[in-house]
């Protein structure tokens, strides 16, 4: 157990709507990282958090947006959903952000049908 | 720009057999982190090894091995003994300081031990 947690584990949507992920992340740590794993892109780094505060920015698609909390959890909205959104969606955190070593949560998979 | 390469697809390996697992990568920064994860059918992501590259020593973590090749770009992880727990999707990951915490994932390399 990593100790990043992310809800929910599985969710199933039709095209065009819109979800919400969630992550929070482990104890102490500031960082917190979205990333998207499907099938025909691998994994990719869609945005990071640190301390509230956007810091990097991926492949991130405009329909996409994510904010941190002040209490560090930070949730992930995917909008006007289509089907090549169906992927594995990880969380990750880190301390500090710069040279440690991240952890990842468990994943949300997403279908959208 | 960063890039990792993973140029096996997949490999089988026997049970208590080392396996090398490639990796090569590209980057400008003057400082940066190479890692390996590891991911099971289950699907998690889960951190084996960290190589930092002012780092002088090859690291290591258990049955885990990093041999890094600085000048050669190169960031293999081995894996000694293997066990039939260690099939799974392994992926070599970098991340540079001037990159602000984005990781660059390799393709990946799908190991299979057979007994």
């Known amino acids: 157990d990593s100790g990043v947690t992310q809800t929910p584990k599985h969710l199933i949507t039709a095209t065009g709507q819109r979800v919400t992920l969630r992550c929070s992340p482990r104890s102490g740590d500031l960082s917190v990282y979205w990333y998207q794993q499907s099938l025909d892109q691998g994994l990719q780094f869609l945005i990071q958090?640190?301390?509230?505060?956007?810091?990097a920015k991926g492949n991130i698609l405009e329909r996409f947006s994510a904010q941190q909390f002040p209490d560090l959890h930070s949730e992930l909205n995917l909008s006007s959903l289509e089907l090549g959104d169906s992927a594995l969606y990880f969380c990750?955190?880190?301390?500090?952000?710069?040279?440690?070593?991240?952890?990842f949560g468990p994943g949300t998979r997403l279908t959208v049908l | 720009a960063q890039k990792i390469t993973q140029t096996q697809p997949g490999m089988f390996v026997q049970e208590k057999e080392a396996v090398t697992l490639d990796c090569t990568y590209d980057t400008s920064d003057q400082s940066y982190g190479l890692f390996w994860y590891k991911q099971p059918s289950s699907g998690e992501m889960i951190f084996l090894i960290y190589q930092g590259s002012y780092d002088e020593q090859n690291a290591t973590e258990g049955r885990y091995s990093l041999n890094f090749q600085k000048a050669r770009k190169s960031a293999n992880l081995v894996i000694s003994a293997s066990q039939l727990g260690d099939s799974a999707m392994y992926f070599c990951a970098m991340r540079g300081t001037d990159s602000w915490g984005k990781f660059q994932f390799g393709a990946g390399t799908q190991v299979v031990v057979t007994p």
């Open positions: 958090y640190y301390n509230g505060e956007e810091r």
């Open positions: 990750a955190s880190s301390t500090s952000g710069i040279t440690d070593t991240q952890y």
